[in-house]
């Protein structure tokens, strides 16, 4: 089955306690993107990645680190995180296509104390 | 800032179409349209896109006015299932900086 895939799916943590969220897609796609939604403001991109080893700041991206190592993988890196970066956060990949559809994982609920 | 304007709420009756506005009056020329909705806190779904023409699929149909500063999707025979946040997109077919405004709530009422 197509899927993007995230993990954890719920995690709370504590202020500076560095932390990675998984992201991983196996439909081959050359882009993904990490989102974080929170109450009124919709969804902001954090960052993107158009390929192995190419990524680029989306709009709110202080605070996280991601990397691309391989096609499938994205992880978010919040090497210290605050209170303010408590979310619910979206891992998505598309291939382009004749729809250059995106494809969302399931979510991500983050705490911060 | 979304490029996009949506009004925040609407109601529609069950096995109603409903029609869901969107202003993007600055849109570019190589820009298209996306809708998108999101049931409860899912992943968003995709539905549609345009560029020009007027689009149907199984799912909905997307209106473009002709000089694209608006577009209507609509959902032809809504159905208590369709109750969720709807979110209109303007961006290039291969930008990937899709942003998200606020979108509209669609409530589907029995």
């Known amino acids: 089955e197509a899927q993007v895939t995230q993990n954890p799916r719920y995690l709370i943590t504590v202020t500076g306690k560095k932390l990675t969220v998984t992201c991983s897609q196996n439909m081959n796609h050359e882009y993904m993107s990490w989102y974080r939604q929170d109450p009124g403001l919709g969804l902001r991109q954090i960052y993107y990645s158009m390929n192995v080893e190419v990524t680029d700041k989306g709009d709110v991206p202080e605070g996280y680190k991601v990397s691309r190592k391989e096609k499938r993988n994205f992880p978010l890196i919040l090497e210290s995180p605050s209170p303010n970066q408590t979310s619910l956060y979206f891992c998505?990949?598309?291939?382009?296509?004749?729809?250059?559809?995106?494809?969302f994982g399931p979510g991500t609920r983050l705490t911060v104390l | 800032d979304a490029k996009t304007t949506q009004p925040p709420s609407m109601d529609c009756a069950e096995g109603r179409a409903a029609n869901l506005p969107c202003n993007h009056s600055?849109?570019?020329?190589?820009?298209?349209v996306y809708w998108y909705r999101q049931i409860h806190s899912q992943g968003p779904q995709y539905i549609i896109h345009?560029?020009?023409n007027n689009e149907t699929n199984e799912m909905a149909s997307l209106i473009i006015t002709e000089d694209r500063k608006s577009s209507t999707l609509i959902l032809p025979h809504a159905t208590l299932r369709d109750t969720a946040v709807y979110y209109c997109?303007?961006?290039?077919?291969?930008?990937?900086?899709?942003?998200f405004g606020p979108g509209t709530r669609l409530s589907v009422l029995p």
């Open positions: 600055t849109i570019s020329g190589n820009e298209y």
């Open positions: 997109i303007v961006a290039y077919f291969y930008g990937q900086n899709f942003v």
């Open positions: 345009g560029l020009k």
């Open positions: 998505a990949s598309s291939g382009g296509g004749s729809r250059n559809e995106q494809f």
